[in-house]
């Protein structure tokens, strides 16, 4: 029998209220000796407990039509008579990695092939009043809703039987491993009076984690972040963003640990109004367990920006990888890009690279585009960014040989590169794409107003053309062509028109530069110059313009992998430690400012509007060029 063939969707009762916390209860007996396999899913997460002991935390992010479950061996919680508690948070909103559905959870525990328990509507259930139901008081947009917890409350209500509830029964195993909780770490404690400040010492991804007694009952506010301004963790940002959560404490001791919200940043401040006495105040870090390779490298700077590289990447990557754990925790392509080639570099596993890949395949829309995210419920694609799913999926089968990812993900991929081909115009070029896509490239001033972000404005005049999508389109299909070969599916498609069209409309003699778009006064990228260069065009006198003219927009933190590939395509011996040097002051500044995991761009905390992020995965790149400009082919002169 499969697992959860039998089984049903439960709920408290058939309303998909946002900002839902159920208890689910059940006994069991269990002779001694015996293994027990708990098998869940849940929309949208749950914290088990065996016998008054946490089991599993975690649901994977999926899709209503793909659901995915873990298995959980809980045989160690176990005793002859065994008590289990089933917490479930249900969203109810989109967000950047939740699509919203139906609320409800399906289990069940098996012992050697038996059912012992299975979710129907037969298990007891009730609202859990510890927490704040129906609150959907957001973190960000992105993000989600944060958390309000009474630890003065006693678990209260009478339990119900459960109902069935709609959803879908296309259950898969979860893909990767199951997300580790660490030991306390240290901290450090500033009294300011009203509030405690809590220096963590580094970037730390985690659970909020309280221990302190409190001399009354009173409401305690914890705020979390990156950086202080003022002395203090900057809590709402632009009026949109508030990285706060709640506890009410009782009088005397109080423990409490969230297991549901992940949280990110190097201080914690705690604001309370009667005194409390902190035994522990602090984040029990949260990772994917991971084999990790050792630093190979003598230079004291480079072993510093590979360590803090490394734990750029590790913050970045639980369920999936993300762009930031802080803001966002969303899994998108092009970030994910960087991540992967830092984790072939630094890890000895290609599981977690599979599953990110076989998650975005998930991710096509019905216009052949990808999502922005992978799974979200806030849909606004980067044409852009959907091309680099070709690239990543080829550098898997590369490095791993698994062409059996093929078999998950190729009807995906292609679906993205016809979409792409069949917007060739007769002038041979790809017009740009229309409101409401999110024609983005980098987050530079110059390259933001050619990147046209007008999804918010469907009047705003638009550029017929540009270069970076016409380039990274032939880039991408260079790797296309290789994942047709892998599979032994014919493609031809002739791209000299396209190549021609490209030379004709980009190319500036007079500068030596291809320009960035049809309209306007010229201007020129070294992002769109560089991908020119990967496409075949221009080769080492460009790779020189790219690197000294003065009206080049330079290139950000998240793309200088593109131009780093074009300069060792034009000659690499010539530019490897151009590359090495470029990183290495890079990342050192931001070390000697203070970086105890790497920014989303140069600029730090000021970027974007003052939300720009202090730890990116896109920023681990500097683990994959060291690596490879370490290879004896890169400094023998034989590349």
Request: with cysteine; proline share 3%; glycine share 6%.
């Amino acid at each position: 029998m499969r697992d959860l063939e039998k089984a049903k969707w439960i709920w408290q009762n058939r309303e998909n209220t946002p900002d839902e916390y159920v208890e689910f209860s059940f006994c069991f007996a269990m002779p001694k000796n015996k293994n027990a396999i708990f098998n869940i899913a849940a929309d949208s997460n749950y914290v088990l407990t065996v016998n008054g002991q946490i089991a599993a935390f975690g649901q994977y992010a999926d899709y209503p039509d793909y659901k995915v479950y873990d298995s959980v061996n809980i045989s160690k919680y176990l005793q002859e008579d065994n008590q289990v508690s089933l917490l479930v948070w249900y969203y109810g909103i989109d967000t950047q990695t939740y699509i919203k559905d139906n609320a409800g959870v399906i289990f069940e525990v098996k012992s050697d092939g038996d059912i012992l328990v299975q979710s129907n509507e037969n298990i007891d259930c009730r609202i859990c009043n510890l927490y704040e139901n129906h609150r959907n008081k957001l973190i960000t947009v992105q993000l989600g809703q944060s958390f309000k917890y009474y630890g003065n409350r006693t678990a209260a209500g009478a339990f119900t039987k459960a109902v069935v509830v709609e959803k879908s029964k296309n259950l898969y195993p979860r893909p990767n491993e199951k997300l580790v909780v660490g030991e306390r770490q240290p901290i450090s404690i500033i009294d300011y009076g009203t509030s405690y400040l809590i220096d963590l010492g580094v970037e730390t991804v985690g659970f909020i984690d309280l221990d302190f007694d409190s001399e009354d009952e009173q409401e305690i506010l914890v705020s979390y972040g990156e950086y202080l301004f003022n002395n203090q963790v900057r809590r709402i940002i632009n009026n949109a963003m508030d990285y706060s959560v709640e506890y009410v404490a009782k009088k005397g001791e109080n423990k409490y640990c969230n297991y549901f919200r992940r949280i990110a940043g190097r201080y914690l401040q705690v604001y309370y109004k009667k005194p409390i006495t902190i035994r522990y105040i602090g984040v029990r870090s949260v990772d994917y367990p991971i084999n990790i390779k050792p630093n190979f490298l003598k230079d004291e700077t480079r072993r510093k920006i590979y360590d803090t590289s490394l734990r750029t990447l590790r913050a970045c990557m639980h369920e999936h990888f993300e762009d930031c754990p802080w803001r966002e925790q969303a899994l998108y392509t092009l970030d994910a890009r960087n991540e992967m080639l830092a984790a072939y570099c630094a890890f000895d596993d290609f599981k977690f690279v599979r599953s990110n890949l076989s998650l975005i395949s998930h991710g096509v829309r019905e216009d052949g585009l990808l999502c922005i995210c992978y799974p979200s419920g806030m849909d606004f694609p980067i044409p852009f960014f959907s091309l680099a799913y070709a690239i990543q999926l080829a550098e898997y089968v590369d490095r791993s040989g698994d062409v059996s990812i093929l078999n998950e993900t190729f009807d995906a991929v292609s679906r993205v590169m016809n979409t792409f081909i069949s917007r060739i115009d007769e002038n041979g070029l790809i017009d740009a794409f229309p409101f409401p896509y999110w024609n983005f490239y980098e987050w530079t001033d110059g390259s933001v107003d050619v990147e046209h972000r007008s999804r918010t404005d469907p009047n705003e005049k638009r550029n017929k053309y540009d270069l970076i999508l016409n380039c990274m389109f032939l880039h991408s299909l260079r790797h296309y062509k290789k994942l047709c070969e892998y599979k032994g599916v014919a493609f031809d498609f002739d791209e000299s028109k396209i190549r021609t069209a490209i030379e004709e409309t980009f190319y500036d003699k007079e500068k030596g530069l291809y320009k960035a778009t049809t309209q306007g006064k010229p201007f020129y990228t070294a992002l769109g110059n560089s991908l020119a260069i990967l496409c075949g065009f221009g080769g080492e006198q460009l790779a020189e313009n790219i690197l000294t003219s003065d009206c080049i927009i330079p290139i950000t933190l998240s793309m200088s992998t593109f131009m780093y590939e074009a300069l060792l395509k034009a000659n690499g011996q010539k530019y490897k430690q151009f590359i090495l040097t470029d990183i290495d002051r890079k990342y050192s500044t931001m070390l000697k400012k203070g970086a105890t995991t790497f920014w989303e761009t140069e600029d730090g905390a000021a970027a974007l509007c003052d939300t720009g992020t202090l730890c990116h995965g896109w920023s681990a790149m500097p683990i994959y060029y060291y690596t490879l400009l370490n290879q004896k082919e890169y400094f023998d002169g034989s590349l």
